[in-house]
């Protein structure tokens, strides 16, 4: 290499050292930007050119300075892979605790309120009851107690039919939820599969695409947290001997997921949720381009995704809408094994209407007095009904349980006597009305759910509040330590991750100075070889 070609040498170094400048000013600026991968500046030295024919032995054959190769980002797919599958895990127990929390907002009322030591108010009023009934006894079954205990049970009726309210339009909330996080989900995928499209071009041109890059990045982040997703990369022949990269996104969860193609390369699903008709099925349709354009790799992906498919944020909310507990079906726990331990909004509300039917069931039938011919005694007859307008009690529940038609207008009363030929002052029946307070029996779940495979639970009226108070305390309780965890799994996996792809100040510090001496240091020999030729020069004249 003659003098001349030192200058080059030179020059590819000053270059060199220019871009690292530039490729560390671009990290410390981005040190603060969401989802920003730090850059690295790629060089290899340039090999001599091949020998010529004069060449001799004795010559000495040095490389011809650095060339920058490109840049790129550090990135470990491991660690993505691992992020991705925490962020989902998160999702799913973060949405699950927020149900639960908003049950608990309506439900700690009910009961005994959580950290309170008063009785919830539907407790007080079966208490109040109780009382009403024990004073009449105590008063030999003054009729006086007729209205007083009237008055009492319409407003525990009162009281079932708000609460029940309340679980309906939490249920409402939740279909709002659940729409809105299939049209989020959507419009990640749309914009996934457009930088899928911008990356590609940006490939034919040679551009890597860092930026673009990063921002699909953030986009798979943001969509682990609604589905456990699996991310593929491979290389797709485009023609010309000229080969892009191309980004698939499947379901990981599932037998079949596999099948359930999310992105593909430049064609994009779209996600869908039903109604509470179908169960809130989630299904996914097939995969087109922006142009509205079918995959013709995968031509039949529109499915409905079937139970275990899905996992995160979206799956723990439809469980919220769609989980019955005991109260679940064969046919659910065919479809799902694991149906009868999910407890949602269905559960609670039919855990309130098995309260409400056994209750007003042993009520009604304690009030149906017969007499030697098996006919209703004058004043006997259901207390509760399913309407304010009927006496009719079939199909109770907490939504609809009312004080009877006949009770409200006083053609029915409660009953004192079990003998309607005792005589005056026996308080007999009105002593069952009062057992029945401290009565253990069976809430049966096919009373409210006629299909339902769950098992009776055995206890009192009070027990059985108790019991759907504890139920939901402990599923709060459970799934917030695994929140808990899942949040520590991910902080570490954050640290870990950010460490290779996040900026340190120290290092590009390190590098500053690396590339300003390189630089420097070229500039000065670009000067003494400048300083040797003008001595040549001179030396010859």
């Known amino acids: 290499m003659g003098t001349f070609g030192s200058f080059t040498t030179v020059r590819l170094g000053i270059y060199s050292a220019q871009k690292g400048l530039d490729v560390t000013g671009n990290n410390i600026t981005n040190i603060n930007t969401e989802g920003y991968t730090r850059q690295r500046l790629n060089q290899v030295s340039l090999i001599p050119s091949s020998v010529d ?37 998160l999702g799913s127990a973060n949405s699950k605790l927020e149900g639960l929390n908003s049950l608990a907002d309506i439900l700690d009322e009910v009961g005994k309120g959580d950290l309170e030591q008063d009785d919830g108010v539907i407790l007080s009023q079966l208490n109040d009851i109780r009382d009403l009934i024990s004073q009449a006894i105590a008063s030999g079954g003054s009729s006086t107690y007729n209205d007083l205990i009237r008055s009492s049970a319409q407003s525990l009726a009162t009281l079932f039919n708000s609460y029940a309210d309340k679980l309906t339009k939490l249920q409402g909330t939740y279909e709002k939820k659940l729409n809105q996080q299939v049209d989020e989900i959507n419009d990640k ?55 892009v990269e191309k980004l698939t996104i499947t379901l990981a969860s599932g037998i079949g997921h596999k099948d359930h193609v999310l992105v593909d390369g ?12 179908n169960g809130y099925q989630i299904s996914i349709s097939d995969l087109v381009d922006d142009k509205g354009n079918e995959d013709p790799n995968i031509p039949n992906n ?49 855990a309130l209407d098995s309260l409400a039917y056994e209750f007003a069931t042993a009520m009604n039938t304690l009030n149906n007095v017969l007499d030697a011919d098996g006919n209703l005694v004058k004043g006997a007859g259901n207390l509760f009904s399913t309407g304010s307008n009927t006496d009719d009690a079939a199909g109770i529940t907490a939504s609809n349980i009312s004080v009877s038609y006949s009770w409200a207008n006083q053609k029915v009363s409660i009953q004192t006597s079990a003998d309607p030929n005792a005589p005056s002052g026996d308080t007999s029946r009105l002593s069952e009305f009062l057992a029945l307070f401290d009565k253990k029996i069976d809430f049966e779940p096919s009373h409210v759910q006629g299909d339902a495979e769950g098992d009776a639970f055995n206890g009192t009226f009070e027990e059985m509040l108790l019991k759907i108070q504890s139920t939901l305390g402990e599923d709060q ?44 240091a070229a500039c000065r020999l670009m000067t003494t070889l400048e300083e040797a030729l003008d001595s040549l020069i001179n030396s010859m004249m």
Not at 487 to 502: K, N, P
Not at 503 to 514: F, I, Q, Y
């Open 53 to 89: 024919r004069y060449s001799s032995t004795y010559n000495t054959r040095i490389g011809q300075g650095s060339v920058v190769a490109g840049i790129t980002q550090l990135r470990d797919p491991g660690l993505d892979i691992s992020y991705r599958k925490a962020s989902s895990d």
């Open 189 to 243: 995928l749309t914009q996934i599969r457009d930088l899928n499209l911008s990356i590609r071009d940006a490939d034919l041109r040679g551009d890597p695409a860092l930026e673009l890059r990063d921002q699909r990045n953030l986009l798979l982040d943001e969509l682990s947290q609604y589905m456990d997703i699996d991310v593929t990369y491979s290389m797709e022949n485009v023609g010309a001997n000229t080969q």
């Open 266 to 277: 430049l064609y994009a699903t779209t996600v869908s949720a039903g109604d509470a008709a």
């Open 302 to 350: 529109g499915m409905g995704l079937a139970e275990g498919d899905l996992y995160g944020s979206l799956q723990s909310i439809r469980d919220i809408l769609t989980g019955e507990g005991q109260y679940a079906s064969q046919a659910d726990i065919d479809k799902n094994k694991d149906a009868a331990t999910i407890r949602g909004i269905p559960y609670y509300q039919k």
């Open 477 to 520: 309780m459970s799934t917030d330590a695994i929140l808990n965890n899942y949040a520590v799994t991910i902080g570490d996996l954050y640290v870990d991750r950010e460490g290779v792809t996040g900026v340190d100040l120290n290092d590009e510090a390190a590098n500053l100075m690396t590339y300003q001496k390189a630089y420097a």
